[in-house]
């Protein structure tokens, strides 16, 4: 059991004793103590002051003395007012630590078949194109997000939404076939996915073009754009496809191929996968059945012009488009669709889709559609909304190709982690091997972390260059702080020390401190958890390793002559090395052994 929940436990009884109150234990949360206060944590007794009819500092006293007088884990404490100030008894703090060391899989809860089955939707690409950076933000907050709702006991699917019909991917089509003489992967030795986007950049460049043609010979610049060549064929391409045409079909059927094995090979360098991956082109027809349905029951209604709606006034929404005259589908529908086919293949207890801040009136929306066609999960489907990632420059553009290309930059994050490891002589007497090896695991490592320490719910900027660093709220840093804490171990094994025994040390303020941070692991790992947040475990390893740093620097480990007082720090070690690889882990990021 974590001091923490001593501490809850404690007090809860307390306040049952001293004043009839029923405090739920889980309720009571202790915080650190700040530096500027003596104790360790801290308990504010404001909610039992109506019960207790006395001041909030004598509230506090009585508190406080009774556990004093009932709990062992209390040493001491003091009153600021409302706020108990708590003193852990030193040599407690060595149960704490052995329990941690003890404990396989520290801070991390296993889910049994009784456990809630969540589903996580993330990455959600069109065919069209690339991955990007902003599409790396939303998988690896996907995939992260993942880890931890397993890490909290959880039975968790990872899902993926291709896009892989509709007009986008018929612009693409016809720019291959119009200006690129039948060029493959192989022919021209590019990336499936890039060869199609470069497609879909070129339809764009001359579709501007004929654009502006027409209306320099008078036409204004609406009509100009609906009576282009271009989109006129892409239009009647993507009638064709609806038609089931072979020869259309086939030219789908091959550059989405030429795509897929592209995302492939981006996935498998992110360290990402899926359960599970659904294609809107075999979702939609659902999503259609399911709406006439909806109609047939009087939960939707048709429009003369044959159109169907759903009316959300009741909800305090406007009328929402389902089905448009001619019959077919909007993204709403497919993703109703979409949803019927995973209810059917999963009995999900909640559903989780992670798409930008941009898309929350659309979850809004569908949340109730979905409730009142009766998804029992619908009305609590959680759109993980995250903000936009934007370069130092601005915003990206995919049909002005001026995205950041994800293969590209997770390239560039590792050619810059060799140099910068190579310049600080972090890998010095490796093979080229190591060195190219540490690189990959340095070079994403920064990458993953950049974008998972911010706050999801904000936009950002992602530097290059500051992620990379080997100094501050990094990922170099922590892999950096891992490396050199397994090196001590290694040390220390091949020196045959650490195994006198520890329980009787008095702990000093550092390795309180230290163990007190590792106390925090598992509540914050729930925490997480419960925000949806990753930058709740990245903030977390930041501190965690700066701690060991300021420890590392204040205490000898390997010289230190007393061998119960050396023991205890490198359990202490140990425990944190541990604690790091499995937080780093959960935001899907590697730590190296050596650096």
């Known amino acids: 059991m974590s001091i923490d929940n001593i501490i809850s436990q404690a007090t809860a009884k307390a306040v049952k004793v001293l004043y009839g109150v029923d405090a739920d234990a889980a309720s009571v949360a202790p915080k650190a103590t700040p530096k500027d206060f003596e104790g360790n944590l801290t308990i504010v007794v404001f909610p039992w002051v109506k019960a207790a009819r006395k001041a909030p500092e004598a509230v506090a006293t009585e508190i406080g003395q009774w556990m004093l007088d009932h709990e062992p884990a209390v040493n001491g404490f003091n009153v600021v ?31 049994s078949e009784e456990s809630p089955l969540v589903m996580v939707e993330y990455s959600s690409p069109n065919t069209n194109k690339p991955l990007h950076l902003g599409h790396l933000r939303n998988i690896l907050l996907g995939s992260s997000l993942s880890n931890i709702l397993e890490a909290c006991g959880n039975r968790v699917v990872k899902t993926n939404i291709v896009n892989d019909r509709g007009i986008h991917i018929c612009k693409s089509m016809l ?19 890039h060869l199609v986007g470069d497609c879909y950049v070129a339809f764009d460049k001359h579709y501007k073009a004929e654009v502006a043609s027409l209306v320099a010979s008078g036409m204004d ?58 294609y809107e082109s075999r979702t939609y027809l659902d999503g259609k059945a399911k709406v006439l349905e909806g109609l047939e029951k009087g939960l939707l209604y048709r429009k003369d012009d044959g159109s169907v709606w759903a009316d959300l006034t009741g909800e305090g929404l406007d009328h929402k488009l389902l089905l448009r005259s001619d019959g077919t589908s909007v993204y709403m529908t497919q993703d109703i669709g979409t949803a019927k086919q995973r209810f ?98 340095v070079g994403l490592g920064a990458l993953k972390y950049f974008l998972l320490k911010v706050d999801p719910r904000k936009n950002m900027v992602f530097n290059p260059k500051e992620s990379i660093d080997f100094n ?25 020390l650490g195994t006198a025994e520890y329980s009787a040390v008095v702990p000093n303020e550092r390795e309180v401190a230290l163990i007190q941070r590792l106390s925090d692991f598992p509540d914050t790992v729930a925490e997480a958890g419960r925000s949806y947040a ?30 119960a007082v050396r023991s205890l720090r490198l359990a202490l070690s140990d425990a944190t090395a541990r604690t790091v690889k499995t937080a780093m882990g959960l935001l899907g990021i590697n730590v190296p052994e050596r650096m």
């Open 81 to 111: 007012k409302g706020f108990l100030n708590i003193v852990i008894t030193p040599t407690f703090w060595n149960n704490v630590l052995l329990s941690i060391e003890e404990t396989p899989d520290y801070g991390v809860k296993h889910a």
């Open 175 to 193: 720019a291959w076939k119009k200006f690129f003489n039948g060029a493959t992967p192989e022919s021209s030795g590019m990336k499936g996915d």
């Open 221 to 278: 610049e609406e009509q100009a754009k609906n009576e282009a060549p271009l989109m006129k064929e892409a239009r009647e391409m993507l009638r064709r496809w609806e038609e089931n045409d072979p020869e259309v079909r086939a030219l789908w059927a091959t550059m989405n191929g030429w795509v897929y094995a592209g995302f492939d090979e981006s996935y498998k360098r992110m360290g990402v996968g899926f359960d599970k991956i659904y």
């Open 344 to 441: 059917d293949d999963y009995k999900i207890d909640k559903m989780i889709y992670v798409v930008g801040n941009e898309q929350n009136y659309h979850f809004q929306v569908l949340s109730i559609l979905l409730d009142r066609l009766g998804f029992s999960w619908g009305k609590d489907l959680v759109h993980f909304s995250y903000g936009m990632v934007e370069l130092p420059e601005g915003k990206m553009k995919s049909r002005e190709g001026t995205v950041v290309d994800a293969d590209d930059l997770m390239a560039e994050m590792v050619a810059t982690a060799k140099e910068v490891a190579c310049s600080l002589g972090k890998v010095d007497g490796m093979s080229e091997k190591e060195i190219d090896d540490i690189a990959e695991t």
């Open 472 to 496: 501050g709220n990094t990922g170099p840093f922590i892999q950096y702080t891992y490396a050199r804490i397994r090196s001590v171990l290694r040390r220390a094994e091949e020196q045959g």
């Open 534 to 563: 990753p930058s709740v475990i990245a903030n977390y390893a930041y501190d965690l390793v700066k701690e060991y740093n300021q420890f590392y620097h204040d205490c000898s480990i390997l010289r230190e002559e007393d061998a």
